[in-house]
């Protein structure tokens, strides 16, 4: 695949805006407002678009490791490939992606507390769990404190307090389903490439019953995307949005982002994917 793949392509990335006056940045889930036929979740900060050269990593895959660059590639076809049922996807993906996401980073308890699939439809509003469409925003799934909120939210109180006493990390496995990502793949950031505290902001996610926070990406020209063109649902990537070691030895996340590729041929199927979200922690 390597020699029919571009070495880059270049596409526009949408990137956040601080508010002004050190106003917290904010965003509704529940809340979306239509105009012209457009959904977009109320908030409070503007968006701007940058153009980027995105390096393909085909026949470079090894440039990527979870340690490194906060993210990585691996081939390793799913048992489960309907991904139409959700009570099965939990059933049956669940486990072995568990097990995939062990063998890889070498843990010793993995924990998947939700996923998302995404099936783009042009068009199509994006206001229910199952309309979800490519996050077209370069973000970071997760915080410092939403990382351990997180903990506390899926696991009993006993073991919570234990198990955040040692490493822990949030881990992305993101996956296409029923056909190659051609169409709107996902862009990802050489974690070395980035300023962990000038680059990032701060997000409260606002839901009816509770808040979370992640980081929205604040466009720097020293920022360095990857992509690995024509991902296959045998291929899955492993995206690191947390870790506890925070001493500058490994990476710490991997801001990522889906987008229009401008190359892609006419009458490409539309992207389908799905990303489970997982609780990763080490002896």
């Known amino acids: 695949m390597a020699s029919l793949s571009p070495v880059s392509t270049t596409a526009q990335l949408t990137f956040l805006i601080q508010p002004p006056d050190g106003v917290r940045a904010f965003q509704s889930i529940n809340h979306v407002n239509i105009v ?20 393909n990593l085909r026949g470079k895959e090894d440039f990527a490791l979870l340690d490194k660059t906060g993210f990585q590639l691996v081939h390793h076809p799913a048992k489960h490939t309907s991904f139409n049922d959700d009570a099965e996807i939990k059933r049956e993906y669940y486990p072995e992606s568990a097990e995939l996401i062990k063998k890889i980073t070498g843990a010793s308890r993995v924990v998947l507390f939700d996923h998302t699939i995404r099936r783009r439809r042009p068009g199509e509003i994006d206001d229910a769990p199952h309309k979800r469409q ?94 690995f063109h024509g991902m296959t649902p045998e291929e899955a990537v492993l995206i690191k949005c947390f870790d506890s070691i925070q001493d500058g030895s490994v990476a710490l996340f991997a801001p990522h982002t889906g987008f229009e590729d401008l190359t892609t041929p006419e009458g490409t199927p539309l992207r389908e994917s799905i990303e489970l979200r997982a609780l990763v922690f080490y002896d």
């Not at 012209?36 to 995105?54: L, P, S």
Request: proline share 8%; glycine share 4%.
């Open 36 to 55: 012209n036929g457009v959904g977009d979740r109320a908030r409070n900060f503007e968006r701007e678009q940058k153009k980027v050269v995105i390096e």
């Open 134 to 227: 490519p996050v077209a925003q370069a973000h970071v799934d997760q915080t410092t404190a939403s990382s351990i909120a997180r903990v506390h939210r899926h696991l009993p109180p006993a073991d919570a307090e234990a198990l955040l006493r040692r490493r822990f990390q949030i881990i992305n496995l993101w996956r296409p389903i029923n056909h190659p990502a051609i169409d709107w793949p996902l862009a990802l950031c050489d974690y070395n490439s980035v300023d962990p505290k000038k680059d990032t902001l701060a997000v409260a996610l606002i839901y009816p019953d509770r808040e979370g926070e992640t980081y929205g990406m604040k466009y720097n020209p020293n920022q360095k995307w990857k992509y």
